[in-house]
């Protein structure tokens, strides 16, 4: 299984961008690359997903570079409840299910 | 989107009790469902993958004759913790894959345990 290496935690200040990259240098080939958010006391909620180059929603972007050894999510203009964990997996199809890595805890302040 | 309702979203018992919490599918048909632990601030941690109509796959270090699973349906999984004790308390979440959208995996919200 892939391992995936993010920072543990960063902090931020309200209306600035946010880039978390994460590593994962033994991605399978077929694998997508999943981003989840996760408060506390709550199940982790899906953010974006991509294969490579760029993809984008109205909550993030998610970058991949060609060798999709790493990928970093971004966070245009962060609030106060952007606050939360958030979590890199690689994912494929099939029944396997996610290993999830130690996330990145991020604080955005005031 | 595809929904994973739990039930409870808490609950406290004494210690020796049985607890079932349960993991639905609500808008969509899921042949499996992985249960996951996660004790305070740590990851989520994999206890158990739950296949419809066989029986479920244990990660290693987890009791299953603790931790009973049931998948009867291809919307409803159930973790019952049996003979609970105080460092079973932690917060229990399950997962979905959905039949058609195969590498999509919906979380539930939760279910808070804590055992006195």
């Known amino acids: 299984l892939a391992k995936t290496t993010q920072p543990i935690s960063m902090d931020s200040y309200e209306g600035q961008e946010v880039n978390i990259t994460c590593s994962h240098n033994?991605?399978?080939?077929?694998?997508?690359i999943t981003w989840y958010q996760q408060f506390p006391s709550q199940g982790p909620r899906f953010i974006i997903q991509?294969?490579?180059t760029k993809v984008t929603n109205e909550v993030a972007s998610l970058f991949i570079p060609a060798d999709r050894k790493s990928s970093t999510l971004s966070l245009p203009r962060v609030s106060l409840s952007d606050t939360a964990v958030y979590y890199c997996?690689?994912?494929?199809?099939?029944?396997?299910?996610?290993?999830f890595g130690s996330g990145t805890r991020l604080q955005v302040q005031p | 989107g595809a929904v994973v309702s739990q039930h409870p979203s808490w609950v406290i018992c004494k210690s020796g009790t049985s607890v079932k919490i349960e993991c639905r599918s609500l808008?969509?048909?899921?042949?499996?469902m992985f249960w996951y632990r996660q004790f305070p601030k740590q990851s989520l941690m994999l206890m158990a993958t739950?296949?419809?109509?066989?029986?479920?796959?244990?990660e290693q270090g987890v009791e299953k004759d603790k931790f009973l699973i049931n998948h009867a349906s291809l919307t409803l999984s159930t973790l019952t913790v049996t003979s609970a004790h105080p460092e079973d308390s932690s917060f229990y979440i399950c997962?979905?894959?959905?039949?058609?959208?195969?590498?999509?995996?919906?979380f539930g919200p939760g279910t808070r345990l804590t055992v006195l």
């Open positions: 997962s979905a894959r959905e039949l058609a959208r195969d590498n999509e995996q919906f």
């Open positions: 033994n991605i399978a080939t077929n694998d997508y």
């Open positions: 991509g294969y490579k």
């Open positions: 997996l690689p994912e494929g199809t099939g029944r396997r299910a996610l290993t």
């Open positions: 808008d969509f048909q899921a042949t499996t």
């Open positions: 739950s296949n419809e109509g066989s029986k479920a796959t244990y």
